[in-house]
């Protein structure tokens, strides 16, 4: 069997890895055209950071994982396609700021169509909206040609960043819809559940019909994301009675109708999906006339952006009122730890309100490059004479980082933030030196014994 995957990212990536990994008999091509990307894939300096990950490429690479740019080839030869490129917000046109656009998928799809030679399991991995499947389909069929067949599967992905190889190798559940009502559909499924079945019991491979299965990836998403605006939104009151946010969660989540995974409270969740997926959701409800179903589910994103927004002014207010050629520490710059994916993460808009603010920001994030912070501040490393950018310093060093900051501010819960020398950072800032765990990872009672004054989320 020869299988294919258009989109090398994040998720095309690891999940094809690990197709590759526990199939040996499985040829597996991941097919990209972004020739950078594929470089990278094919050399030690992975384009994503996943702890794990390098072991699994390895042990597959070039015995029957393989990367490339030749997508056209690579559709002609594969039995299953599975499409994983991106499907970010809408930024024009109608939909615009809410509904997914869907052109790189459109763009799929065609390509399927004009290069297959015979029969092929088209696998939505990407997160579509509801009904996708049906546009999907239309295109194949309106481009089809005599001995070409296609069936249409929604086999979504549910790994999360930072724990990729964990996720995949030990899902929770694999979710497969197709057309279960005819028996082309059927075959099809079966053939995508055996593929799993190599490595995921049986019982844990779910299958429903289509709409079910690309809805409940949104669904998913929603709810999870659900669960940290509602811990945030409760983080605020806390602020104001003494209540210890972490406390009260572990409280709810002892109870198991609750359970305890996902109320952490945080300066707000980021990353590529919950924002786009529940946008998409709200958009979805909209069209369908379901107006007070669109403003529940877009709540959920209001309150994130209020907790981000209340981070930074947090900042603000405590140092003075104003922040004004101040230098602020940010430690952490990705949306969560262990990954190097900066997409939605929190720290930007902090980043980016400090700065309106005029502060000067010495940032260190273990796995983010300096350009790709640059980029997301919407800010250039050097001014046009090629004098370095005033306001903004990356440092590799947190301790040269935090080495005169007014204020140090915890953004990531990178491990190797707990361990630092808490001692000799308070030496080296301006007093009174203030510490904003936007984590609330860190042992704050030992930081005020220090001499640190201690801000955190929800106490
Ligand atoms: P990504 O941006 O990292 O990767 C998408 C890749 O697709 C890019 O490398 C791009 O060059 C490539 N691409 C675009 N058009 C192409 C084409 N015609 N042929 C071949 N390649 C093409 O995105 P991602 O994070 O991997 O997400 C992909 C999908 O998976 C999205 O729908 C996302 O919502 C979903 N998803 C993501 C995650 C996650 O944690 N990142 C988890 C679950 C689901
Ligand atoms: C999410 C879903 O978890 C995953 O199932 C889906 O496939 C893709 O989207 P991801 O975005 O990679 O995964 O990471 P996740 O662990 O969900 O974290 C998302 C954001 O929420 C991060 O910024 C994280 O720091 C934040 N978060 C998470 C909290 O603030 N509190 C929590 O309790 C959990």
Known sequence: MKICCLGAGYVGGPTMAMIAYKCPDITVTVADINEARINAWNSDELPVFEPGLDDVVSAARGRNLFFTTDKNKAIKEADIIFVSVGTPTKTYGSGAGKAADLKY??????????????????????????????????????????????????NPEFLAEGTAIDDLNDPDRVLIGGEEETEAGRKAIATLVDVYANW??????????????????????????????????????????????DQVAYAIGQDSRIGPKFLKASVGFGGSCFQKDILNLVYLCEHFGLPDVAAYWEQVIIMNDWQKRRFSQKIVNTLFNTVNGKRIAMLGFAFKKDTNDTRETAAMYVGRD???????????????SPDQIFYDLKEKPTDAEGKPNKQIEICEDPYVATQKAHGLAILTEWDSFKDLDFEKIYENMYKPAFVFDGRNILDHEKLRKIGFEVFAIGR
């Open 105 to 154: 998928i459109e763009l799929c799809a065609r390509d399927i169509a004009e290069f297959s030679e015979g029969p092929k399991i088209v696998v939505e991995k990407s997160t579509l909206p509801v009904r996708t499947a049906e546009g999907l389909k239309t295109v194949l069929k309106a481009n089809s040609r005599p001995g070409l067949e296609f069936q249409v599967l929604s």
């Open 354 to 368: 400090l700065l309106d603010e005029q502060a000067v920001l010495a940032i260190h994030d273990p796995k983010v």
């Open 200 to 245: 995921v019991p049986r019982e844990r491979i779910l299958t429903t019909n289509l709409w079910s299965s690309e809805l409940s990836k949104l669904v998913a998403n929603a709810f999870l994301a659900q669960r940290i605006s509602s811990i945030n939104s409760i983080s605020a009151l806390c602020e104001r009675t003494e209540a210890n946010v």
